[in-house]
């Protein structure tokens, strides 16, 4: 039968190691960390990592993806202060004097308050977007002239894509301070309009008919609430009528006005309806100047 080797464990080395002091102590015997500390708190973290995905996984296993995103977002800010809450905890019942390490950081935490302010107003921001719903993913939106399609809510910034498939990231801290015009905040209906202008003189039935059939007409404008004419304004050189009408996808109203447009100057051409040019009245008046008259005839 072969030996057993037995191998002599170095307890005291083992000790020493896990009493390394990774950061010392100082004279006063103020922060230290050692290594039993550090395994300690990455310990506590993986566990903690854990637990919050097994509750983040139950939350939203019946959520629809929209209020998902929004879940997730406000969910990865309460892990932050978590993990802050759960090292502090740890660090503290280790024995570890947290007293020495905030009093010299004061200067370097007011420092870093500074210089993170925005990207604590975004956070702020964020978190007041997402519980009070004003914008939600697949939202269309409008902010300082740009139209875009919401398609992620995050704590610090928002996404949409505009009609010429282009990204634009906006701060959320914005939210709070623009203007920002929702159109699908209560229905995902919209009402648009195409303006049109006809010769004085035109028979105005007939046009305001020939709008409306081809309101009617066309693909992508709703059937109910049914368009409407307007007669807008006498202009100055033309009768200013507006064809009103209601979409269902705003981020699609350039297409669907341009074709309108289309239909609407064949149908005025087949009707000899006149779309006419900007036009002005010229009056030239002649009038006779007796002193250079007079003059003429003493001459003679």
């Known amino acids: 039968m072969a030996p057993i080797l037995i191998m002599d464990i170095d307890w005291d080395k083992i000790a020493e190691f896990f009493t390394y002091e990774i950061i010392p102590s100082g004279e006063n015997g103020g922060f230290h960390f050692d290594t039993w500390m550090l395994l300690l708190a990455v310990l506590a973290i993986l566990i903690t990592t854990l637990i919050l995905r097994g509750i983040r996984k139950v939350v939203t296993r019946k959520m629809d993806a929209p209020n998902r995103l929004k879940f997730e977002s406000v969910f990865k800010f309460f892990n932050y202060i978590v993990y802050i809450i759960v090292i502090i905890t740890v660090l503290n019942s280790s024995g570890v004097q947290l007293t020495g390490l905030l009093t010299a950081s004061a200067a370097l935490f007011v420092g ?3 210089a993170l302010q925005d990207l604590f107003k975004d956070i702020i921001a964020g978190i007041t ?3 009070d719903r004003s914008v939600l993913v697949n939202d269309v939106i409008e902010m300082n002239g740009k139209i875009g399609r919401v398609f992620e809510v995050k704590l610090r ?3 949409i894509v505009t009609r010429d498939d282009k990204i634009l990231i906006i701060p959320n801290h914005l939210f709070m301070s623009e203007s920002v015009y929702n159109y699908t905040q209560n229905h995902p209906k919209t009402r648009e309009f195409v303006q049109v202008g ?3 003189g035109s028979d105005t039935e007939l046009v305001e008919k020939i709008l409306v059939k081809c309101a009617t007409e066309q693909k992508g404008i709703l ?4 368009p409407f004419v307007m007669f807008n304004d006498f202009g100055d050189s033309s009768l200013n ?7 269902r996808d705003p981020f699609t109203d350039p297409r669907i006005k341009s074709a ?4 609407i ?3 005025f051409r087949e009707n000899e309806i006149r779309i006419p040019f900007p036009q002005r009245d010229l009056h030239i008046i002649s009038r006779s100047f007796p002193d250079i008259e007079s003059d003429k005839t003493s001459d003679d």
Do not use: C, H, M, N
């Open 112 to 114: 870093l308050g500074f």
């Open 129 to 131: 977007i997402l519980t």
């Open 157 to 159: 910034s928002t996404r």
């Open 198 to 200: 006809v010769a004085y």
């Open 223 to 226: 059937k109910s609430p049914e």
């Open 241 to 247: 009528f507006g064809i009103y009408f209601f979409i």
């Open 260 to 263: 309108l447009r289309f239909a």
């Open 265 to 267: 100057d064949k149908a």
